[in-house]
């Protein structure tokens, strides 16, 4: 208690110093309280110097921050420390900088460290060249008061930055203390997803109102010139049965998707048998096959393949496959699914003969509602969403999805998952 007592006016001023970047929007409700956490926790365990008797040396002063010549507050002065700045900088959970000297960084957190290829005493260009940035820094100079900027951080990859600028000195004040204080915040994750939220509604739209304008279409003619003839009733409303059956199907994956995104992250923990799922797969899409022309070979390598697996999920996946091989395969062709062991993994495949896929169409065959030909694949039933699922399925279930195609030859989708731990057992 001693050591808090002490160190008052430090734990007031980091304390202040984070609600107010709370206050400003830089720094969530959450982080704020953690940093004044962390600078609790700091002042309590840091040892306190002895006071230096007239028969003692005098205790060396604290070591200055890199970069400048003066910055250890002189007794019963009210300026923070280098320690204690560093100690501040570190219970800030974001990436911080402090600056001073006009643009010289006095000092950062690990954080920051991590982020940019910038060290105390450097040009803050070294890490970060913004003409946004530089004018809110310029701007908190002047008012004296806190900025929000967004810029674009393109080394190594391209990131979206929310920084935050604060003065944390008076504007008289001089020499090499510490002037402003940069926050980052990344936001390029959440970006990403709301680019990713607004296409995927509008793709889903698109995809509804396609169908749903050819269904009204047919009603409002049954409605007038067709509803005293018999067989063009006969033929609409074949039509409208098959483009309900494309709305529901679409309506059926959107959910089955969104559930699976859900629980993206988190690892499924029933162990499963690969082999009897290929099984069960075969025996109810065996009929289909059928009456599509296909034939379907099943070849167990290795039985039990046991994996770490929702069931349902990976039914689906099979399924999903088996489906897309029997749609796309060769005229009275052959539908191959293979179980066989890959080292520490269980490969399932599923091969068909039919047109194959052109090699630029292959990166992108998992994105939602990508097809290579719209067209058929709206004849023959499909959404666009399938392979979608199949991928993030996939990645819950920690394996790899892998697609090997030639033009005029087929091509075979290969799921592989980690072999259980008690796969032996």
Not at 39 to 47: M, S, V
Not at 191 to 216: G, I, M
Not at 338 to 365: F, N
Not at 373 to 385: C, F, N, P, V
């Amino acid at each position: 208690m001693s050591r808090l007592r002490s160190r008052s006016a430090t734990i007031a001023g980091g304390a202040a110093l984070s609600m107010a970047y709370w206050l400003l929007g830089g720094l969530p409700l959450w982080m704020a309280l953690a940093g004044v956490a962390a600078l609790l926790a700091i002042a309590a365990l840091w040892p306190v110097a002895e006071p230096a008797s007239s028969t003692a040396p005098v205790a060396a002063p604290v070591p200055p921050l890199s970069g400048t010549t003066s910055d250890v507050g002189s007794p019963g002065s009210s300026s923070p420390t280098a320690a204690q700045w560093r100690a501040m900088l570190e219970g800030i959970p974001a990436p911080a900088i402090l600056l001073g000297n006009g643009v010289l960084v006095t000092s950062l957190n690990a954080r920051a460290r991590d982020m940019f290829t910038v060290e105390a005493g450097q040009h803050l260009s070294f890490a970060i060249r913004s003409p946004d940035l530089i004018a809110a820094m310029e701007e908190a100079r002047r008012q004296g008061q806190g900025q929000v900027v967004a810029i674009t951080f393109g080394v190594p990859v391209e990131r979206s930055l929310s920084v935050t600028v604060t003065p944390v000195a008076a504007k008289e004040s001089g020499g090499g203390d510490p002037e402003l204080l940069l926050v980052f915040h990344d936001r390029t994750e959440e970006q990403q997803l709301a680019q990713l939220r607004a296409d995927f509604v509008a793709n889903a739209s698109h995809e509804l109102r396609t169908p749903l304008t050819s269904v009204k279409g047919f009603i409002e003619t049954l409605q007038t010139s067709a509803k005293d003839d018999p067989k063009a009733r006969e033929r609409f409303l074949s039509i409208m049965s098959e483009q309900a059956g494309r709305m529901s199907r679409l309506i059926e994956d959107l959910l089955s998707l969104s559930r699976v995104e859900m629980h993206e992250h988190v690892a499924p923990r029933e162990v499963l048998d690969l082999a009897a799922i290929v099984r069960e797969v075969a025996r109810e899409l065996e009929p289909v096959a059928n009456g599509a022309g296909r034939y379907l070979a099943v070849d167990i390598g290795v039985e039990p393949a046991l994996v770490r697996g929702d069931h349902d999920e990976l039914l689906q996946v099979v399924q999903n496959l088996v489906q897309n091989a029997i749609k796309y395969g060769g005229a009275d062709g052959k539908v191959a699914i293979t179980v066989e062991q890959e080292g520490h993994r269980y490969a399932v495949a599923v091969s068909d003969d039919g047109i194959g896929i052109a090699p630029e169409h292959l990166p992108r065959l998992t994105e939602r509602f990508y097809r290579v030909s719209a067209r058929e694949s709206r004849e023959r039933g499909g959404t666009g969403l399938g392979l979608a699922i199949v991928k993030h399925i996939v990645n819950r279930h920690q394996g790899e999805l892998k697609v090997v195609s030639s033009l005029g030859k087929g091509s075979t989708f290969t799921v592989l998952l980690p072999a259980s731990e008690n796969a032996a057992q």
